[in-house]
Every structure is written in structure tokens, then in C-alpha cells.
């Protein structure tokens, strides 16, 4: 009987040791299929600012954070977008973006509406997506936070509480400024984004960090233009918005410092800045979109350039997101250790 009793221990301990895994393992954050980036050198000077002062002192950082490679793709936004969609006719427009790589799905029948992917063009989970309000980057932000759960709460809180998410007559919102201390994964604040786009840790040589006027490791601006010809999807529009069909990555040799790709080009990207704390009715994106005209995706790919704003509750067709996260920590192996322990397996025979 105390055998019987010691054996049903163990199991529930080993069924305890693996809930706490499994526990810790989302507590710690997960990939979720991005490819994250590792953005160093804690306490690095900030950008100078160039001849007028624009953007002097902004991205010093004095932590370490990860950061997407690439912006969110049609295909995990189209998971996102789906998980909603589909479970109430009140949500058929949830988080639809203007440009993405994914379509109706005429064929599903049930409540909401469920979208697929393009089939005429190439990698189409890979297009990126435009349009998407700050708001609905945030509800993405909490999504992952909360371990991409179907329930209406995970979207509601976890990086950012929607409960803030009010628009006042004047036009100024009152939405949480910036994201929970304990949040694992939010909108890029703008420091931490043009850190991570024009701030070189090697510079002037190793260790020698100093920062880049283009997100492409260079004083000169891209040049827009194809794949194969150019080095961003801005700067030159094609025949019905197809520099949007241009997928994430396929400019393969064009990167930041920190090897992010697409910071020129492709969709502006949200971050948490307020422009005018005292009155707020915008937030900042930066970096050029897919097909703005070369002058002003040049000014909009520049350190120096303070950022354009929109609305969080609206946007506009161009803009996306790249998250931003915490460093995942080891998962201690204490409760392993514990179990063969407390199991005898960790036992000397004699």
C-alpha cells in the first residue's frame, strides 16, 4: 500500500514538475514563429542628431530586448485575424488590414468571416501587411502575451488594457501610454526602434558603436527599387499596388546593423511614442511604406527623421507592426532535479 501510495506521489509530482515547465515556458515568452533579434549594447549613446538637432538624444536604450527581423507577416496576422473573425458576426471586420497576402474565404460558412490566402502571387504569407491600427497592434501584443488564446480576455489585456482605448471629443485618446512593465512582447517604443534600425554597435570598429543615417548600414539612401535592382520596396509604385506583393526578405543582402530587414520599404511601422504627451492624438510610425515616392521615403528612412503620426484608433493603409519583446531566461531545472529526489531516482544503489 505505501508503495502504491510513494508511486502515486511521484507521478503527481512529475505531473506538477511538468505544469510548472510548461507554465514557465510561456511566462518566458515563446517564438511563435518570429525570428527574433537580440538588440545589445546596454547604455549605448544615443543618436547626435544631425546639423538642426532633429532627433538628438533619442535611442539610448539601457536594457536589452529582442525585436522581429521582419515585421508581422500576412501569414501570422491572418492566424490572429482568424481567431477572432470567425466566432461572432460582430467581428467580420476584426483587424482586416488594407494590404496583406490573404483573401475572403467565400466557401467557409459560419458565424464572422474567415480569410485564406492569396493564391495568385508567390509566398503570399510572406506579403506585409498595411493598414492595422495602433490599436489592433496592441490586441496582436496581448494575443501573444497570453499564449495566443482564443478567448476574447487575451486580447483585452496582457501588454496593453483596451479598457484605456477611449477617444474623447477633441480628438485626443487616453490609451495606455506605454506598454506593462511585465509585458512580454509590445509595440517598439520609438528609442527602441531606431536603435535597432540605424544604431551599429561596431561602427567605427569593434566595440566602437556609432550610428548609420539609412537602416541599410549606410550614410547613403537606398536605392528603391525591384528586388534584383533595388534595395526597398519604396520609392517606385507598380500597377495596382503590386510593390505590395513584394514579400518580406526578398531584398536578401540589405539589412541594419542588427540585421532587421525591411526597416526601409514595406509597411511604417507603430511605436509607442506620443508626439504631443500634453495633447495626445497620434502616435509615431517610422521608416518608409511599399510605393511612397522616392523624396519622401528618403527624408522618412533618415535617423534624423522625427517620424510621421496617425490616430491610434484609425491609422492609415500603410501602416504595421515589427514587436518587440523580452530576452526569454533559461527554464531553471530545479524541479527537475527535485523530482529525481523526492522520486529516489536520484538514489545511490547499494
Given at each position: 500500500?505505501?508503495?502504491r501510495?510513494?508511486?502515486?506521489s511521484?507521478?503527481?509530482?512529475?505531473g506538477?514538475?511538468?505544469?510548472?515547465?510548461?507554465?514557465?515556458?510561456?511566462?518566458?515568452?515563446?517564438?511563435?514563429?518570429?525570428?527574433?533579434?537580440?538588440?545589445?549594447?546596454?547604455?549605448?549613446?544615443?543618436?547626435?542628431?544631425d546639423?538642426?538637432?532633429?532627433?538628438?538624444?533619442?535611442?539610448?536604450?539601457?536594457?536589452?530586448?529582442?525585436?522581429?527581423?521582419?515585421?508581422?507577416?500576412?501569414?501570422?496576422?491572418?492566424?490572429?485575424?482568424?481567431?477572432?473573425?470567425?466566432?461572432?458576426?460582430?467581428?467580420?471586420?476584426?483587424?482586416?488590414?488594407?494590404?496583406?497576402?490573404a483573401?475572403?474565404?467565400?466557401?467557409?460558412?459560419?458565424?464572422?468571416?474567415?480569410?485564406?490566402?492569396?493564391?495568385?502571387?508567390?509566398?503570399?504569407?510572406?506579403?506585409?501587411?498595411?493598414?492595422?491600427?495602433?490599436?489592433?497592434?496592441?490586441?496582436?501584443?496581448?494575443?501573444?502575451?497570453?499564449?495566443?488564446?482564443?478567448?476574447?480576455?487575451?486580447?483585452?489585456?496582457?501588454?496593453?488594457?483596451?479598457?484605456t482605448?477611449?477617444?474623447n471629443?477633441?480628438?485626443?485618446?487616453?490609451d495606455?501610454?506605454?506598454?506593462?512593465?511585465?509585458?512580454?512582447?509590445?509595440?517598439?517604443?520609438?528609442?527602441?526602434?531606431?536603435?535597432?534600425?540605424?544604431?551599429?554597435?561596431?561602427?567605427?570598429?569593434?566595440?566602437?558603436?556609432?550610428?548609420?543615417?539609412?537602416?541599410?548600414?549606410?550614410?547613403?539612401?537606398?536605392?528603391?527599387?525591384?528586388?534584383?535592382?533595388?534595395?526597398a520596396?519604396?520609392g517606385?509604385?507598380?500597377?495596382?499596388?503590386?510593390?505590395?506583393?513584394?514579400?518580406?526578405?526578398?531584398?536578401?543582402?540589405?539589412?541594419?546593423?542588427?540585421?532587421?530587414?525591411?526597416?526601409?520599404?514595406?509597411?511604417m511601422?507603430?511605436?509607442?511614442?506620443?508626439?504631443?504627451?500634453?495633447?495626445?492624438?497620434?502616435?509615431?510610425?517610422?521608416?518608409?511604406?511599399?510605393?511612397?515616392?522616392?523624396?519622401?521615403?528618403?527624408?522618412?528612412?533618415?535617423?534624423?527623421?522625427?517620424?510621421?503620426?496617425?490616430?491610434?484608433?484609425?491609422?492609415?493603409?500603410?501602416?504595421?507592426?515589427?514587436?518587440?519583446?523580452?530576452?526569454?531566461?533559461?527554464?531553471?531545472?530545479?524541479?527537475v532535479?527535485?523530482?529525481?529526489?523526492?522520486?529516489?531516482?536520484?538514489?545511490r544503489?547499494?
Amino acid at each position: 500500500m505505501g508503495h502504491r501510495t510513494m508511486g502515486r506521489s511521484v507521478v503527481s509530482f512529475a505531473g506538477v514538475v511538468l505544469a510548472l515547465a510548461g507554465a514557465a515556458s510561456v511566462a518566458l515568452g515563446q517564438d511563435y514563429g518570429f525570428d527574433w533579434v537580440t538588440i545589445g549594447d546596454v547604455g549605448n549613446d544615443p543618436y547626435p542628431g544631425d546639423g538642426q538637432g532633429n532627433m538628438a538624444g533619442r535611442g539610448g536604450v539601457g536594457y536589452e530586448y529582442r525585436i522581429g527581423r521582419y515585421e508581422v507577416t500576412t501569414g501570422q496576422w491572418l492566424e490572429f485575424v482568424n481567431t477572432f473573425s470567425t466566432q461572432s458576426d460582430d467581428f467580420t471586420y476584426f483587424a482586416r488590414p488594407d494590404f496583406w497576402g490573404a483573401k475572403t474565404d467565400w466557401d467557409y460558412q459560419g458565424p464572422g468571416r474567415r480569410y485564406i490566402l492569396r493564391t495568385d502571387v508567390d509566398t503570399p504569407e510572406l506579403m506585409p501587411v498595411g493598414g492595422i491600427s495602433w490599436r489592433e497592434a496592441a490586441m496582436f501584443c496581448n494575443w501573444l502575451h497570453n499564449g495566443k488564446s482564443s478567448a476574447l480576455s487575451a486580447i483585452e489585456d496582457g501588454a496593453y488594457d483596451t479598457a484605456t482605448f477611449t477617444t474623447n471629443g477633441d480628438g485626443t485618446f487616453n490609451d495606455q501610454r506605454t506598454h506593462h512593465a511585465d509585458a512580454r512582447y509590445w509595440i517598439p517604443t520609438l528609442d527602441e526602434w531606431i536603435k535597432a534600425a540605424h544604431y551599429d554597435p561596431d561602427r567605427y570598429g569593434g566595440g566602437e558603436g556609432g550610428w548609420w543615417d539609412y537602416p541599410i548600414s549606410s550614410d547613403e539612401p537606398p536605392v528603391y527599387g525591384v528586388p534584383g535592382e533595388g534595395q526597398a520596396n519604396a520609392g517606385f509604385e507598380l500597377d495596382n499596388y503590386a510593390q505590395w506583393t513584394i514579400p518580406l526578405g526578398a531584398y536578401e543582402d540589405v539589412l541594419s546593423p542588427w540585421g532587421l530587414r525591411d526597416a526601409a520599404g514595406a509597411a511604417m511601422e507603430w511605436t509607442e511614442e506620443v508626439p504631443f504627451p500634453d495633447h495626445p492624438q497620434d502616435r509615431l510610425l517610422d521608416g518608409s511604406y511599399a510605393g511612397e515616392n522616392s523624396y519622401n521615403a528618403e527624408r522618412s528612412d533618415r535617423a534624423s527623421w522625427p517620424g510621421a503620426g496617425n490616430p491610434p484608433h484609425s491609422g492609415g493603409s500603410y501602416d504595421g507592426l515589427r514587436v518587440a519583446g523580452l530576452i526569454p531566461s533559461p527554464i531553471t531545472s530545479a524541479p527537475v532535479v527535485w523530482y529525481f529526489v523526492l522520486s529516489g531516482r536520484g538514489r545511490r544503489r547499494r
